[in-house]
């Protein structure tokens, strides 16, 4: 399995509260990404990293932003939680395309928020 | 990004085989993902298809047509365990990083 942890898996807090998702990894891979899924919406993607400190925005940015201080970790920030981002959040990594050029992620477990 | 539209869900008696298709923009077309996600868990990748064709994975095969933007996902002698959610993804636009479509949920039924 890829070295790939989540924290916190679950979550409650109230609108307006600043909540922090931490993703960690342990496979050294240049790309990380944060998607949310809702029902009826599948994975969206908020935002991603291809290096220590280059991120850039995905389609559902809004709300949210983001830091990668080291190679490990990607941080995933909601400066005031509203009811609108309670969703399950799923942090992704990619490391070189290989020989088919596919770039495949590995995802990890998801942290489920929930924001009262 | 792409356009990627999927059925919602679909039935299957175990033991069948069910295709599960997936239309797609081909503007910028670079790759077709297809992942499985089990209730309450993660999506894990299954196949990825670049050319047109058949690729087959045990009793798992994914095809692609480029010209007409369509993938399947053929799942042979399902069983119970099939049942899950299968989200088909592409990458296009220039763009190494896949779009999502909603995913078709598989409900395999004895």
């Known amino acids: 399995d890829a070295g790939i942890t989540q924290s916190p898996r679950h979550k409650v807090t109230e609108t307006g509260t600043p909540v922090t998702l931490r993703c960690h990894q342990t496979?050294?891979?240049?790309?990380m990404y944060w998607y949310r899924q809702d029902p009826g919406h599948g994975l969206r993607l908020i935002h991603y990293?291809?290096?220590?400190?280059?991120?850039d925005k995905g389609e559902v940015s809004d709300g949210y932003s983001v830091s990668r201080s080291k190679t490990e970790d990607f941080l995933l920030t909601l400066e005031s939680a509203t009811s609108s981002q309670t969703s399950v959040y799923f942090c992704?990594?990619?490391?070189?395309?290989?020989?088919?050029?596919?770039?495949?992620?590995?995802f990890g477990a998801g942290s489920r928020l929930t924001v009262l | 990004g792409q356009n990627i539209d999927q059925p919602t869900e679909m039935t299957a008696t175990e033991g069948a085989i069910v295709q599960i298709n997936c239309t797609y923009q081909?503007?910028?077309?670079?790759?077709l993902f297809w992942y499985q996600q089990h209730a309450g868990e993660a999506p894990t990748f299954l196949s990825y298809n670049v050319l047109d064709g058949l690729e087959e994975k045990g009793r798992f095969s994914s095809f692609l047509s480029r010209s007409k933007g369509y993938s399947y996902l053929l799942l042979k002698e399902l069983q119970m365990k099939d049942s899950a959610s299968y989200l088909c993804?592409?990458?296009?636009?220039?763009?190494?990083?896949?779009?999502f479509g909603r995913g078709t949920s598989l409900i395999v039924h004895p």
């Open positions: 496979e050294n891979h240049r790309y």
């Open positions: 081909t503007s910028g077309f670079n790759g």
């Open positions: 992704a990594i990619s490391g070189d395309r290989g020989g088919t050029g596919a770039n495949v992620l590995t």
């Open positions: 990293s291809y290096g220590v400190k280059d991120t």
């Open positions: 993804a592409g990458g296009g636009g220039g763009s190494y990083i896949p779009t």
